[in-house]
């Protein structure tokens, strides 16, 4: 009789989970590619979109509840670490990388600048365990979440029931991550014939589209790919990329090609954070490239720009800028949740 | 009612007359093991302190001969000696199979290496994961030998890897199977022979060394003869 109970109960639950989450579709911008996350093994809702938020802005995460996600990705500069070549991590320990900006990321099939995270579910993993980021054990974080005050109650809006697991943790900081979309940018809203580019901005794009195009591709202004760009190896940080991953020497120096929305607010550039600002980038691609046996196919011609090319070319980049994105109130901290704990 | 009544008799039937238990043993030395106790290896002239040993089995498959006759759903175990409970589960047909062998992967398949974050044996705290470059690791061996160059006496085998070429999951065939009750043992002896503590105490990541390594699962797992 207990087993037929228990089976009635269980086969009810599910429909109380429903009735408690708010399930959402992820908005596809109009034109663009199908998303490679599978939206099906993690429906979005507004309550596990609201944990995972709370997740990514709580320093609970690192081991001594001092280092958030948001540390190092802040939300006003497109989810990177503005100014800060290096990541700083937990008590002042500096990473070997430049925190990437974070968006548009149920388009990205590898994650991390040498795609040595394969799903975006597990991202999260990496600088939880870094020890020069976060140092902590996934499995502390739910210990420390089911211990908390607050978690027990947000993982029951969210799934139905209280249970806190590494799986949960993880999907629910995907949701948020996967809200981050910007699709509204100037540029954007000249694809939609909604307003023109200047005279300068339209000159700036054409030689976009010639010299810069084949890897940051639109509309994503990356291809996902991993290139080498001809940056010589920093001595010190023996960076190697891609090649750390797949143990094979062509990929040597190779790195994730990132996306230019928002480059404005994403400086410094490069895996590394060697370049201040735009134009040592843009110098960089006309004088700078260290012809290497795996620089990439795209690169082996030279770039040729004048100065006045390279100022043409930095107003197109300036209208990947996307302000509703960058200052969206739901993208930012979460006072109501997290300010009474 | 009648419904859950059926559902009562259906549960309890499916478990006590249909189920299969299978049951691993780790066995050194010719006996069973004891983690954290010492064991002396005449062909390493080595004492060896095995802390810890777990591995994941998956994708169990009933067989008669060498035909098919039932496949596990969602067939993910996580066995690991700390914890006796976790070394027996039972095989559930819908209905009673007639079998002589035993077909079973060591370790996880791409296909769910790329899916995400999952749950159960396969959620990521049970700290058989590799965070630093996504994927499982498929078995878990670590000790201290005495003769260790390392400062710390140590070796760790993390063995695993997903993508070609360095790819570790294992298929093993387990024959002529005569008992209902499938016991099987891990060989430990055999398997520490195939390691070189002594020059590569540790394998931490995927590559050739653990690929290599992972190829002697085949002779590992034997019938237990309790």
Known sequence: MKNGLVFLLISVLPLFGWMASHEVDFQKPKGWPEPHYNFRKNQLSNEKIQLGRALFYDPILSRNQTISCASCHLSYTAFTHVDHNLSHGIEDRIGNRNAPALMNLAWGKSFMWDGSVNHLDMQALAPISNPLEMDEKIENVVVKLKNSTLYPTLFTKAFGDSAITGERTLKAISQFLLTLVSANSKYDSVMRYESNFTDQEKVGYALFQKNCNSCHAEPLFTNNGFESNGLPLDSNLKDFGRMNVSRKSVDSLKFKVPTLRNIEFSFPYMHDGRFKKLKHVLNHYTSGIQKGPGLSSHLQKPIVLSPDEKADLTAFLLTLSDKTFLFDQKHSFPKQILSNN | ?226
């Open chain 2, 1 to 226: 009612m009648n419904y859950l009544l059926f559902s009562f008799i259906f549960a309890f039937a499916s478990s006590a007359t249909l189920g299969q238990s299978v049951h691993f043993h780790c066995v050194i030395n010719n006996q069973k093991l004891n983690l954290d106790s010492v064991y002396f290896f005449p062909s390493l002239s080595q004492y060896v302190k095995i802390e810890s040993l777990k591995f994941y089995i998956s994708q169990i498959e009933l067989m008669s001969g060498n035909q098919s006759v039932w496949k596990e759903k969602d067939s993910y175990h996580l066995v690991d000696f700390e914890n006796a409970k976790s070394t027996q589960f039972s095989l559930k047909p819908d209905e009673p199979v007639a079998f002589n062998a035993l077909r079973f992967s060591i370790g996880i398949d791409s296909a769910t290496n790329v899916s995400g974050a999952l749950g159960g044996d396969l959620d990521p705290t049970k700290g058989m994961y590799w965070t630093w470059h996504s994927g499982y690791i498929n078995c878990k061996l670590e000790g201290n030998f005495f003769q260790s160059p390392s400062l710390k006496k140590e070796f760790k085998y993390h063995i695993g890897g997903y993508s070609a070429p360095f790819s570790t999951i294992q298929t093993i065939d387990i024959k002529g199977l005569t008992e209902k009750n499938i016991n099987i043992d891990f060989d430990l002896s055999a398997f520490i022979s195939k390691l070189d503590l002594k020059s590569k105490p540790e394998i931490m990541s995927p590559g050739k060394p653990g690929a290599d390594l992972a190829k002697s699962f085949t002779g590992i797992f034997k019938i237990s003869h309790p």
